[in-house]
């Protein structure tokens, strides 16, 4: 009976220490949460933003890959760009924002693409063999404007085919 008596204060007494080690604990685990989660929310729009800047230059070289295609058939300057317009359709190639910019080369690319495609309407100039390159270019506009210099960042691709 002894012995009973004597383990009933003990038990009390350790889960009273046992408790206030878990309140500071829990201070300490606030403190912690408090200095880690700033570094993980940057992390995460990090990994966002540079998600979203592959996407639209991954759309971008679409463009102009599509672009060119249209271009090496032949078609008109207004088919070109309508065709880049539409591959791209949620970023802005237009003037203020990007540019469109088509040239052609009569060798093999290696005078930089001297002769610009500026018949407007009509069918290009371009003559079967030459090579055509399409240059698009825009601002990247940011996804949530955290980071500020991924802000309005230029994005250019370029494309490069035969007229067939």
């Known amino acids: 009976m002894l012995n009973t008596h004597l383990a009933a204060p003990r038990t009390s007494c350790v889960r009273s220490i046992r408790s206030r080690q878990m309140r500071?604990?829990?201070?300490?685990?606030i403190v912690e949460f408090?200095?880690?989660?700033?570094?993980?929310?940057?992390?995460?729009?990090g990994i966002m933003?540079?998600?979203w800047?592959?996407?639209n230059t991954l759309a971008l070289s679409n463009g102009a890959r599509e672009g060119a295609r249209v271009?090496?058939?032949?078609?008109?300057t207004t088919d070109i760009q309508t065709r880049i317009q539409n591959s791209v359709r949620p970023l802005s190639v237009a003037s203020p924002?990007?540019?469109?910019v088509m040239r052609w080369s009569d060798n093999?690319?290696?005078?930089?693409?001297?002769?610009?495609?500026?018949?407007s309407g009509s069918v290009n100039g371009v003559m079967p063999g030459k090579l055509i390159k399409i240059t698009v270019r825009t601002n990247n506009p940011s996804l949530t404007g955290f980071f500020p210099f991924l802000r309005n960042r230029n994005i250019e691709s370029y494309a490069t085919m035969r007229r067939e």
């Open 24 to 29: 500071r604990r829990g201070g300490q685990t």
């Open 34 to 45: 408090a200095l880690v989660v700033p570094i993980l929310l940057g992390l995460l729009i």
């Open 49 to 51: 933003e540079f998600g």
């Open 53 to 55: 800047v592959v996407k």
């Open 71 to 76: 271009a090496s058939l032949g078609r008109t």
């Open 97 to 100: 924002n990007g540019a469109i």
């Open 108 to 119: 093999n690319g290696a005078d930089n693409y001297p002769y610009a495609i500026t018949d």
